[in-house]
């Protein structure tokens, strides 16, 4: 039986401190469903690239592959860089099914969690509401 895999994409940042929070998410995943396969892939300035994670996927047997883009919006680079990068995957991994997501900040879950932390932030919020 092939497995699942999934490239969670990042930025990247010259500081590697910037990625702990996505290896969190990454590690939690794995921890949650075992049975995936799951690679942190980043845009610039660190590794590995999406191709090398798209491979090692592929590398390890898996016939699907869902791409997350941990960004919070539709931005340029996900407009213009990522679509030519998965393209290149799915020509040279013809036999996969490569599925690209909206970026994580555009979902309702995150946009709630997003929210309910900024609220937390403030001590009015955190008030009894007064009749």
């Not at 794995?30 to 994670?53: T, Y």
């Not at 047997?61 to 998965?86: A, N, Q, T, W, Y």
């Amino acid at each position: 039986m092939r497995s699942q895999g999934l490239i969670l994409f990042a930025h990247g940042a010259r500081d590697a401190r910037w990625a702990l929070p996505f290896e969190s998410v990454a590690q939690r995943i794995r921890q949650q469903q075992p049975d995936i396969h799951v690679r942190l892939a980043f845009l610039e300035l660190m590794s590995p690239k999406l191709l090398e994670a798209g491979a090692a996927l592929c590398d390890a047997g898996c016939s699907r592959i869902e791409i997350l883009p941990l960004f919070l919006g539709m931005g340029g680079h996900l407009r213009k860089d990522l679509p030519p990068m998965v393209d290149q995957l799915r020509a040279q991994y013809s036999s996969v099914r490569w599925t690209l997501h909206a970026p994580l900040g555009e979902h309702e879950a995150v946009m709630q969690a997003m929210a309910s932390a900024a609220l937390a932030l403030l001590p009015e919020a955190n008030m009894p509401k007064q009749p």
